[in-house]
């Protein structure tokens, strides 16, 4: 068995997590740039000024902001995303070994503020369509096809502070106008888009998907609609835009098994995994699922969705569905039973038959092949895995080499159940980006030590380091997997 002779073999990154620059050439802030660095004992905060003039900070995933504050970057704290691993003075060195290991496909963000400095502006900042059209340019020139990240766990802050983000609706009109200025800017250069990343993260992460100063669950419901009414709009201006554009989702994905043969684990499983399709039912079939609906009742929850916005969604479905998937977990409804704090903001049960990561992420490839036939059993669009990867600290060696064999493991497992589900189940899976193919900050911990990448960047959490780029031992080995489609994974 092998893989599909034009699958599309890359790596992942994002914006906020690996571009840097954060003020230069008209860049404006974003939300990322108010978030401190963490680590695995430590929670990331957001920085803010109350309305008395009083410089406060709330922990990332909690927060609830007092009115009036007024969100930014101040002195005398750390924000990972000022440099993060400067691809923005890198980009050519960067991509050029992305080709050394025969990329086909690069998925990369754009970073909102660059562009669009405070959301709200009248006209785009020309500097920052240009560095884009620099890596578009540079990607082209080694055959390496863009997949591009429109929103991706930044907003701009002034939409924050000026009217809650995506809480009010305005919000729509300014993703779109970005969103419609990247399609004609890029038109020719980029083919695929995705509108938000890991949409459905925003139940618990309100504040990283979607800039909101609060946890208020109407709110996040208010905003989950208006993100979801972006991207359909998002998608029909591309369609017209270019034909030949095609615009994913992207859900960040774990999956879930009853912790046992209790009927009301199995129960609470369904469940679970119905608030996490209902964005998938979306933004794919282009109507809210009555399971969402009737939960937003019970809750108390008041959904204001006019004929036109039904129609909006009806009308602006995806191409092609995307996801992230790093682990599984497991469910129970005894309140008893020991919970795992780890994950990828997937919260659950410890699975008593995996192994887990340093950083707690329990590590599942069986589980990879169970999401690919659930996406496309349900669905039946094109899959692409857009993030999955292992998290762990690397050690140089005296003489320069990385031998991260951990990681390697990981992601052969992985592969072993894609080619299991490509050519047993007949999945249509086509594209495949491992995430951070080259060492970024951690968005849940916003530290470097927890490293992902087949490239080592010397950058470290106290602050010390001069960027260099060093090929690890999983960077030799990925390079041969692609070289032979798949088939060789030793």
């Keep these: 068995m092998a893989f599909p002779k034009d699958f599309l073999w890359g790596g992942a990154t994002a914006a906020n997590q690996y571009e840097g620059g954060w003020n230069e050439d008209g860049k404006g802030i974003s939300t990322s740039d108010c978030c401190t660095r963490g680590s695995r004992t430590k929670p990331r905060e957001v920085t803010y000024k109350t309305k008395e003039g009083k410089i406060e900070s709330q922990m990332m ?101 000026k009217w809650g983000s995506w809480a009010d609706r305005r919000t729509i009109d300014c993703f779109v106008k970005y969103a419609t200025t990247c399609f004609k800017r890029y038109k020719g250069k980029v083919k695929y888009w995705l509108t938000f990343n890991e949409i459905n993260c925003i139940g618990f992460g309100g504040w990283m998907a979607a800039g909101l100063p609060t946890c208020d669950p109407q709110i996040i419901a208010n905003a989950t609609r208006n993100q979801l009414l972006a991207s359909a709009l998002a998608v029909k201006a591309a369609h017209t835009i270019d034909e030949n554009m095609m615009v994913g989702n992207m859900i960040g994905y774990g999956t879930a098994y009853p912790y046992t043969c209790h009927p009301d684990d199995s129960m609470k499983q369904r469940k679970m995994q119905q608030g996490v399709d209902f964005y998938t039912d979306v933004q794919a079939r282009g109507y809210y699922p009555s399971s969402q609906l009737k939960k937003y009742e019970r809750e108390g929850i008041v959904l204001e969705l006019t004929d036109q ?19 599984s977990s497991c469910v129970s409804a005894d309140p008893e039973v020991e919970k795992n704090q780890g994950g990828n903001m997937m919260f659950g049960v410890k699975n008593p038959y995996l192994k887990a990561s340093d950083w707690g992420w329990q590590i599942d490839p069986v589980g990879l092949r169970i999401a ?116 060789d994974l030793r």
């Excluded at 502006?121 to 055959?143: A, I, Q, R, S, T």
């Excluded at 916005?309 to 682990?327: A, N, W």
């Design 61 to 161: 995933f909690d927060l609830n902001a007092p009115k009036g504050a007024i969100f930014g970057s101040f002195e005398g704290y750390d924000y990972p995303s000022y440099t993060a691993t400067d691809f923005y003075h890198h980009y050519a060195e960067d991509i050029a070994l992305f080709a050394e290991m025969g990329f086909k496909m690069f998925r990369m963000s754009i970073n909102w503020t660059r562009i669009f400095p405070n959301g709200y502006d009248d006209e785009p900042n020309e500097k920052g369509l240009e560095f884009y059209d620099h890596v578009f340019d540079e990607l082209y020139k080694y055959g390496i096809e863009p997949l591009v990240t429109l929103s991706h766990y930044e907003t701009p802050v002034g939409l924050t502070n």
């Design 309 to 327: 916005d039904k129609q909006t969604l009806k009308e602006g479905t995806i191409d092609f569905i995307t996801f992230s998937y790093y682990m």
């Design 372 to 487: 690919l036939n659930d996406f496309y059993s349900k669905y039946q669009l094109p899959l692409m895995i857009v993030e999955n990867g292992l998290g762990a600290v690397d050690k140089v060696e005296a003489d320069g080499s990385i031998h991260d064999s951990y990681r390697i493991d990981y992601l052969r497992a992985h592969i072993e159940q894609m080619d299991k589900a490509i050519n047993e189940d007949d999945v249509n899976l086509i594209g495949y980006t491992p995430w951070g193919c080259i060492d970024l900050v951690s968005a849940s911990t916003g530290e470097m030590e927890k490293r992902y990448g087949f490239i080592y960047v010397d950058y470290q959490d106290d602050g010390t380091g001069v960027g260099k780029r060093s090929r690890k031992d999983s960077f030799y080995w990925y390079q041969k997997v692609i070289a032979s489609d798949g088939e």
